[in-house]
């Protein structure tokens, strides 16, 4: 079955610590996949998408993600996390079915 | 322009009742989805809009659920009767493009407590 897997429900770290977060997908085709994130009291804001051509695809507020495809992967990264970076995040693909399937989350927490 | 919205923000209503959301979605949008997220588990997809058709309810849960995008501009979402297992947050989203290149826009959610 097709699906989205987060292995990691919750990370922490300090602010100005690099930061991955982990993404594996299910699905026989390239899709079409996109890292969201969801601050306390707000909707699901896009950060980033990747549809095809380069791999590694830069988003909003200093993120990037890489798509591996021999390891079906999509991880978010960041390279200096801010105390406002303390969301959760969403990875999701678009595929044939056309809506998104979205994993787990990952809940973020930020250290001063 | 306006993001999408929805109404209300929370709801809390006992087993049995009526519970109708509503979402607006950005202006010009055709697609307009529903997803919900029980508590501690993932965001699901319920229904896809493309104008006032419904093109994709494969996630509706069961009859109690019922969409409408009348005239195709906002959508509601009627929960009749409510259950303790409808807890959790809706969220609406929209986009231009139904071939899931375009990124979907959400709404803020609407936190529903079935008690």
Known sequence: AQSVTQPDIHITVSEGASLELRCNYSYGATPYLFWYVQSPGQGLQLLLKYFSGDTLVQGIKGFEAEFKRSQSSFNLRKPSVHWSDAAEYFCAYSGSARQLTFGSGTQLTVLP | ?115
């Open chain 2, 1 to 115: 322009e306006a993001g999408v919205t929805q109404f209300p923000s929370h709801s809390v209503i006992e087993k049995g009742q009526t519970v109708t959301l509503r979402c607006d979605p950005i202006s010009g949008h055709d697609n307009l989805y529903w997803y919900r997220r029980v508590m501690g588990k993932e965001i699901k997809f319920l229904l896809h809009f493309v104008k006032e058709s419904k093109q994709d309810e494969s996630g509706m849960p069961n009859n109690r659920f019922l969409a409408e995008r009348t005239g195709g501009t906002y959508s509601t979402l009627k929960v009749q009767p409510a259950e303790l297992e409808d807890s959790g947050v809706y969220f609406c989203a929209s986009s231009q493009d139904p071939r899931g290149r375009s990124p979907l826009h959400f709404g803020n959610g609407t936190r529903l407590t079935v008690t």
